[in-house]
């Protein structure tokens, strides 16, 4: 089956610093992903679709300066939380859709604490 | 608003027995309903998926139940076991690829 994978599993950052959070589609094409958040003991809520070689579309309420996405290629897309903050801390999730856009495979997810 | 409504917010099940989950959707433009599994720390799996063509699908314990009047759909575990123990969300799925809509996931705890 389709492998999407994330890096880093989990990262710890200090208040006011920028990090960033890699989805990859090892073994298909991806020309659509997605990003998703999830705070404890609730649901996905998804934050933004990924096209490859074009802008981002954010959901309602998610500010694009912030949550910065690119996706350069069509096996990689990157979350970069900027200036994060505390509120930040989350488990981000990124989906990916085969080629056919028939099912959407999941990475294991990030789990972002913000110091 | 909740496009998606989920119920039970948590289950507990014994042994052998049968977990039922149910959803509700209200937006008619969904045409794909899946079932994802999710462990503490864990992306979600998915576990079995159904479009509006057919009311039933059975893969090994998994069965989803789909009404397309009601729009309602619901996912059956028989022979429920301990390691089924997970929180379970049911999604859809319309027009606009894969951009899911989730719904608010149901804590399973299966007791041995």
């Known amino acids: 089956g389709a492998v999407v994978s994330q890096h880093p599993s989990w990262v710890i950052c200090k208040s006011g610093t920028s990090v960033k959070i890699e989805c990859r589609s090892l073994?298909?094409?991806?020309?659509?992903m997605f990003w998703y958040r999830q705070f404890p003991k609730q649901s996905l809520m998804l934050m933004a679709t990924?096209?490859?070689?074009?802008?981002?579309?954010?959901e309602q309420g998610v500010e694009k300066d912030k949550f910065l996405i690119n996706h350069a290629s069509l096996t990689l897309s990157t979350l970069t939380v900027t200036s994060a903050h505390p509120e930040d801390s989350s488990f981000y999730i990124c989906?990916?859709?085969?080629?056919?856009?028939?099912?959407?495979?999941f990475g294991q997810g990030t789990r972002l604490t913000v110091v | 608003q909740q496009q998606v409504k989920q119920s039970p917010q948590s289950l507990i099940v014994q042994k052998g027995g049968i977990s039922i989950i149910n959803c509700a959707y209200e937006?008619?433009?969904?045409?794909?309903f899946p079932w994802y599994q999710q462990f503490p720390g864990k992306g979600p799996a998915l576990l079995i998926a159904?479009?509006?063509?057919?009311s039933e699908k059975k893969e090994g314990r998994f069965t989803i139940s789909f009404n397309k009047s009601a729009k309602q759909f619901s996912l059956h575990i028989m022979d429920s076991q301990p390691g089924d123990s997970a929180t379970y969300f049911c999604?859809?799925?319309?027009?606009?690829?894969?951009?899911?809509?989730f719904g608010a996931g149901t804590i399973l705890r299966v007791k041995s």
């Open positions: 989906s990916a859709d085969d080629t056919g856009g028939t099912e959407a495979f």
């Open positions: 073994d298909f094409q991806a020309t659509t």
């Open positions: 990924s096209n490859e070689g074009s802008k981002a579309t954010y």
């Open positions: 937006n008619t433009a969904f045409d794909y």
């Open positions: 159904i479009r509006p063509d057919v």
């Open positions: 999604a859809a799925s319309g027009t606009e690829g894969n951009k899911l809509v």
